[in-house]
């Protein structure tokens, strides 16, 4: 508890330690160990605090009396919602091959967000040191040189006198007090910022070849898993559409739905969407027809996986080398916006 007397929301626990969990969970329930004496187990050999507060809500569910899928249901967002609707059917059946399943899912969802994150944070954290210390050069050299370029009366320029007065204004405390304030205000703010700028930006994502590589792979493979344990097409669509991470996409299989509702096939129902490809709407097409739609849609997860870390693996190939030319760029232009008044000033000596 707070001092407010409020508790405290547990964190979402990193993907890993959710992939660590349900390996250990299915490695010991594989052994013969109970449901309650794993969670225990589990609860204290994890380091994460934040995981460590799931299992507690998952142990307590469990000794009420809760199924499992009930009990990920219960731990809020932890858990896809795809996954509590594929472990409910599955505890019908085999839980241990439901769970494995997941397992397999969440291992696939953790690798492909770290590669979409090496392609999003790696030229950012690139761009953002070299900008800094260009500030930081450019407001120095500004203070020192402008004043002496300006005694001499040198006419300097375009370039030169636009980075060199960019440069006294970087210098000025007043910069950095609000470059501070905006920083705090972005970290105070973060997830609701984050969130705002997602609503406008994310559907010009789906633009992107390989983000829609990665929707379509994982739509493929939690929509085939889920007609795979016997949900019907309605329902396996709506909670698909939950897993991919983009909230206009899940408005379009919204839209899908309905007119699967109405009897339209699979296929047809998802041709207004701007994801899918023609290849991919093929196949499902086929897959329907004729009664392997799980099968189809599996063998499609694993075709757009591989296609995902090729795309990735190419754009990431020629993103270093243009990073390293616009930084070049950039460079050279402050070179030679400092150098070439300091050039006129040698040639009258």
């Known amino acids: 508890m707070t001092s407010l007397g409020v508790s405290k929301i547990p964190l979402k626990p990193p993907n890993q330690e959710v992939v660590l969990f349900l390996r250990n969970l299915l490695v010991m329930l594989q052994a013969g160990v109970s449901l309650p004496r794993c969670l225990q187990s589990l609860k204290a050999q994890t380091q994460n605090r934040s995981m460590q507060n799931v299992l507690e809500r998952l142990l307590a569910q ?24 594929f472990l409910k059917v599955g505890e019908e059946s085999s839980l241990l091959a ?41 407001s120095v050299c500004s203070r020192m040189l402008l004043p002496f370029f300006q005694s001499l009366h040198l006419e300097l320029g375009l370039l030169s006198r636009v ?25 105070r703010f973060f997830p609701l910022l984050r969130k705002a700028a997602w609503r406008k930006l994310g559907p010009m994502t789906l633009r992107w070849r390989f983000v829609r590589a990665l929707v379509q792979a994982r739509f493929a493979r939690s929509f085939g898993m ?18 991919a991470g983009h909230s206009s996409f899940s408005d379009q299989l919204g839209q899908a739905a309905v007119l699967v509702v109405e009897g339209e096939p699979v296929a047809k129902a998802l041709v207004n969407s701007e994801v ?25 997860a694993d075709t757009y996986e591989m296609l995902f870390e090729e795309r990735v693996d190419a754009l990431l190939l020629w993103m270093e080398p243009g990073l390293m030319a616009g930084l070049g760029l950039l460079t050279g232009a402050f070179i030679f916006a400092v150098g070439s008044p300091l050039a006129q000033v040698m040639g009258k000596l």
């Open 62 to 85: 469990i000794e009420e009396g809760k199924s499992l899928s009930q009990a990920f249901h219960a731990a809020g967002d932890v858990f896809d919602p795809f996954v509590t609707a």
């Open 98 to 138: 439901a769970l494995e399943a997941i397992a397999i899912y969440y291992e696939k969802s953790d690798r492909y967000s770290r590669k979409v994150s090496s392609v999003l944070v790696y030229p950012a954290l690139v761009l953002s040191i070299a900008l800094i210390l260009l500030v930081l050069i450019s």
């Open 163 to 187: 980075v060199l007065q960019a440069g006294v204004f970087f210098g000025d405390w007043r910069f950095w007090l609000a470059m501070v304030s905006l920083l705090l205000i972005w970290i």
């Open 226 to 243: 889920l007609v795979g344990v016997g949900n019907s097409l309605v329902v396996s669509l709506g909670q698909a559409g939950k897993t």
């Open 276 to 300: 899918f490809e023609p290849l991919f709407l093929q196949l499902i097409d086929i897959g329907e027809e004729s009664g392997t739609l799980e099968k189809q849609l599996l063998w499609l």
